[in-house]
């Protein structure tokens, strides 16, 4: 199987220093809790705001995997310093995804790769992604337009920050850290 991955030379990652993007507990609960995701990590709860007007075939995948409870217990397994946390492959190497066919790319350039953006990963192919998702740690401007770009952090990016690095043998972390549960808001009880 092709690893699906987030192709980045080492000239492109640039560390930089970005405030966490948040809002009150109250805009998130207050919010469209169809197109929001809580993502728990040992560190705490992540919200995520979903974009369904740029990427909604990628939207109705990852609400259909939520539901479904692929994502729970699966490991951030390539987790870059200044770059971004991948995860989303309950192999935890890089190769797995969901037994769902591969989506067709939706890329766009209303919105940019910025600290908290959520992206597809995806294999050489554009239209290659399926479960494995990433969350941006700083701006990454040389994905715009390549990846697809379907949420965005509002609470919780501090945790998202205390993902446990590494990339080792295989393209993963050893002794990963996991999600807990991802959940549609709307879900949730």
């Known amino acids: 199987m092709r690893r699906r991955t987030l192709i980045a030379s080492a000239g492109a990652i640039a560390t930089l220093t970005v405030g966490p993007i948040m809002s009150s507990t109250a805009d998130a609960q207050g919010g469209d809790l169809e197109n929001t995701i809580y993502m728990d990590i040992k560190q705490g709860r992540v919200v995520i705001q979903m974009f369904p007007d740029l990427a909604p075939l990628h939207i109705e995948r990852i609400r259909l995997l939520a539901r479904r409870k692929f994502y729970d217990n699966t490991p951030f397994h390539r987790v870059i310093e200044g770059f971004m946390a991948q995860g989303g492959d309950p192999t935890g190497t890089g190769t797995g995804g969901s037994d769902l066919p591969d989506l067709k790319a939706e890329f766009t350039t209303k919105r940019h790769f910025l600290r908290g ?73």
Do not use: E
Not at 123 to 138: E, K, L, R, V, W
Not at 153 to 179: A, C, E, L, Y
């Open 117 to 189: 953006t959520c992206g597809m990963a995806r294999t050489g192919s554009p239209d290659s992604a399926n479960s494995q998702f990433f969350i941006m740690f700083a701006p990454a401007p040389h994905l715009d337009g390549q990846y697809t770009i379907w949420g965005q952090v509002t609470q919780g990016m501090d945790f998202v920050d205390q993902i446990k690095r590494g990339s080792g043998g295989g393209g993963t972390v050893s002794g990963p850290d996991r999600i807990i549960h991802f959940q549609v808001a709307a879900d949730v009880k």
